[in-house]
């Protein structure tokens, strides 16, 4: 469902003064260190969004960019970099509702879209020095990133092309709709369930639920990871058969 180097050096001083002697505290680490800030630019590609670290430069966000942090969280006093499952449900803890506050949207709404969330740590001489921060850059697209617009709320529906949701051929990646595709989102439905359905249940669920919410006699459908469900994301996602 997807990361300016600098160092707070410890310094002592030493100051004499008649029969004096003064020595400077040492500072603490800084647990920001090499973090982005929210609202920076940059511009990946869809093997950089996989990696576990980002540390390219920022570009201007007047020209081309296919992504922009929304997010930067200091991790927990009890989170480690170590703690894979949990650092999963922090980030997307972290990410979604980031995600909905820039598109300007629900949850629902923001899966008939076509953008989508990564996530990255700090590289490991970034860990080092102290750093302890997790962010979130929003993206378009997921068979390839697509640049930006200068507004990404979503308003109402439906979407502009360019940004709604739509699967590749095959292998049926996230894509625009704008771009080769052989299935559309058509409907976005929250499901209730006291626990994570098995496969065998979502395939059901999405079997029934998504019958009378798709225009075509074939369909897809897609549901959340468990990592994902448990940050709230109930979403099951119905996609229509698409003539282009």
């Known amino acids: 469902m997807t990361r300016c180097l600098g160092l707070s050096a410890a310094v002592a001083a030493l100051v004499a003064a008649t029969l004096t002697t003064v020595t400077a505290p040492v500072s603490a680490a800084d647990p920001g260190v090499g973090a ?84 990255f740590l700090p590289t490991p001489e970034q860990q080092a020095a102290g750093a302890r921060w997790l962010r979130c850059d929003l993206v378009l697209g997921g068979a390839s990133l697509e640049p930006l617009p200068a507004k990404v709320a979503l308003g109402k529906l439906p979407y502009e092309k360019s940004v709604s949701r739509c699967l ?27 626990r994570y359905p098995s496969e065998k249940a979502w395939k059901r669920i999405g079997t029934q639920r998504c019958r009378n919410a798709v225009t075509s006699r074939s369909y897809r459908f897609g549901w959340p990871s468990k990592p994902a469900w448990k940050a709230d994301d109930r979403a099951l996602i119905c996609y229509s058969k698409s003539r282009r």
């Open 36 to 119: 982005p800030a929210v609202g920076q630019c940059f511009d990946m590609d869809v093997e950089e969004l996989a990696a576990a670290s980002y540390v390219e430069a920022p570009v201007d966000c007047a020209g081309t960019h296919t992504a922009r942090t929304i997010a930067v969280a200091i991790l927990p006093d009890d989170l480690t970099y170590a703690s894979t499952g949990k650092l999963t449900r922090f980030a997307l803890e972290t990410c979604f509702p980031a995600q909905r506050k820039v598109l300007r949207t629900s949850l629902l709404g923001m899966r008939m879209s076509a953008y989508n969330v990564g996530w």
């Open 168 to 194: 590749t051929g095959g292998d049926f990646l996230l894509t625009t709709c704008t771009s080769r595709h052989a299935f559309r989102a058509t409907a976005a439905i929250k499901v209730k369930a006291s």
